[in-house]
């Protein structure tokens, strides 16, 4: 019997149906723009007391969800319609939500979260809220490999077959994690979206990725701020060619240039880091 580990990426997409459709309580609590929130809003804040159960708009957006799961939410509507089409049975499913470090993203997973544990859909987690995600991105890379990442190469090694659910949420982060996790599993993940205009949802093709060894190397090698003079004296002492840090150096390197120094980005030393566990 095979298992299934649905990681859903997760957005606002809530906020903005329920806004559409409940137009007189969303003006009581001037909910209209909480939907677009940029990260670092003021309004952010107002957002955080109905996160948790016991309000009336907690309750309210989880009733709204509940009647018609596939209407109010993207990811719902992804996710159900992909296990319906191919067959997953529910008692054979694990799913993991992930949002933002944001109060809007926060209360949609949440609502989600809570919709899917009522249906009876197993949670391997509870909702795994990536700091700094949404706010900053090489900082909200890092933490993304350290929480979701590891879950699935975990998962992973369980036996569960991966399917990523990037329908939803930051599409550039999502992206990342759809390679990450093609880069880190033996046994590739299966990625699918659904746009609102489609019946079906689209199944990402899975290219066959890997990281370049020399590139690799490279990358080990200057985990530690090192002089730029130093860097290519040392690529040509172990045979690597200094002009390939002019090349990659834009990909996976930080320049300070008042310093002269380079050193690796610290999502690349994570993803090492993570490949060889």
């Known amino acids: 019997m095979e298992k299934y580990f649905h990681v859903i990426s997760t957005g606002t997409s809530i906020l903005q149906n329920f806004v559409r459709n409940n137009t007189e309580f969303a003006k ?11 990260p670092f809003s003021e309004q952010q804040k107002y957002i955080e007391p109905y996160i948790a159960k016991g309000n009336e708009v907690h309750e309210a957006l989880l009733k709204y969800v509940s009647e018609n799961p596939k209407k109010a939410s993207a990811e719902l509507n992804s996710f159900l319609t992909f296990i319906e089409t191919y067959g997953h049975r529910k008692e054979d499913i694990e799913f993991l ?23 009876d859909f197993r949670a391997a987690y509870e909702v795994v809220v990536v700091k ?10 890092v933490n993304l490999m350290e929480r979701v990442i ?15 659910n990037a329908t939803a949420g930051y599409k550039l982060e999502t992206s990342f994690l759809v390679i990450a996790s093609m880069l880190t599993l033996k ?23 890997t990281v370049d060894e ?11 701020e090192t002089p ?37 980005r610290e999502w690349l030393i994570t993803l090492l880091k993570i490949l060889k566990t």
């Not at 209360?107 to 899917?116: D, F, K, R």
């Not at 299966?190 to 199944?203: C, K, N, R, S, V």
Request: hydrophobic content about 35%.
């Open 228 to 264: 730029v003079f130093i860097a290519r004296e040392k690529l040509a002492r172990f045979d690597l060619n200094p002009d390939d840090l002019d090349v990659i150096y834009p990909y996976c390197f930080i320049r300070n240039t008042d310093k002269g120094t380079i050193k690796t």
């Open 97 to 119: 939500l992930y949002s933002t470090d944001t109060n809007n993203n926060r209360l949609c997973a949440q609502i989600i979260y809570e919709y899917l544990i009522s249906q």
């Open 187 to 209: 046994k590739r993940p299966i990625a699918y979206y659904q746009h609102e205009a489609f019946d079906e949802p689209i199944i990402v093709p899975s290219l066959p990725i």
């Open 150 to 164: 590891r879950i699935i190469k975990k998962k992973s090694e369980q036996k569960y077959r991966v399917y990523i």
């Open 132 to 141: 700094d995600f949404g706010r900053d991105f090489e900082a909200g890379l």
């Open 214 to 224: 020399n590139l690799l190397k490279i990358a080990e090698m200057f985990e530690m």
């Open 28 to 38: 009581k609590y001037r909910m209209e723009d909480w939907y677009r929130l940029k």
